[in-house]
């Protein structure tokens, strides 16, 4: 009978054990995803901060490069184009990531040949909203560059953490699995030159 309540007890104590254990792991892959999911915010956060801007710096330069209609239309279609995509990070593909980021790419792009055209208007140069648009679009562009590097880095530990051993295991069980990375573009990582 004394026999009978150890070996009880001993499972028991296995049992508490194994649930613990795995109750805390999956808890841990909770918090890290949650984390992943917060910072790929923060980054949509910023971009939302740039296509906010980018409807004023419109209307202050078309009120000096009335010329430059094309660029200007250039610039609007690509924000409309990347405000049109939106991605669950949790589950975002290699291509979606990617089309994400080519619509990115293409409002910097705009925008760095929207700076071309101002080169050639003085006034607008001197202009006190242009300036502090501009001052507020360098400040949003390394912001931005930022919190991509913070999203890549919750990823990093979120995939690093789903991956060790005996959690991959687990992982899948539980419908964990990996998360892609923002990947920029060779030297997109810097922000990119706004020069006046």
Do not use: C
């Amino acid at each position: 009978m004394k026999k009978t309540w150890i070996v009880l007890i001993v499972i028991g104590v296995v049992v508490l054990f194994l649930y613990f254990g795995i109750k805390g792991m999956y808890n841990s892959m909770v918090i890290q995803n949650e984390s992943a999911n917060a910072q790929w915010s923060q980054v949509e956060s910023q971009y939302q901060r740039r296509y906010d801007l980018i409807p004023n710096l419109v209307a202050t330069v078309k009120g000096y490069a009335t010329h430059e209609q094309g660029t200007l239309t250039a610039v609007i279609e690509a924000r409309a184009k990347a405000t049109s995509i939106t991605i669950d990070p949790s589950k975002a593909t290699a291509q979606q990531m990617q089309q994400f980021q080519q619509a990115q790419g293409e409002i910097s792009s705009t925008l760095s040949k929207l700076m071309v055209v101002v080169e050639q208007y003085p006034d607008l140069k001197a202009n006190k909203n242009f300036l502090e648009l501009q001052a507020q679009i360098e400040g949003t562009e390394n912001r931005i560059a930022t919190e991509r590097q913070r999203f890549n880095e919750a990823v990093q530990a979120y995939n690093a953490y789903i991956k060790k051993f005996p959690n991959n295991i687990f992982a899948g069980m539980f419908g964990f699995s990996a998360r892609e990375y923002f990947k920029s573009e060779v030297g997109a990582e810097k922000a990119p030159k706004v020069q006046f």
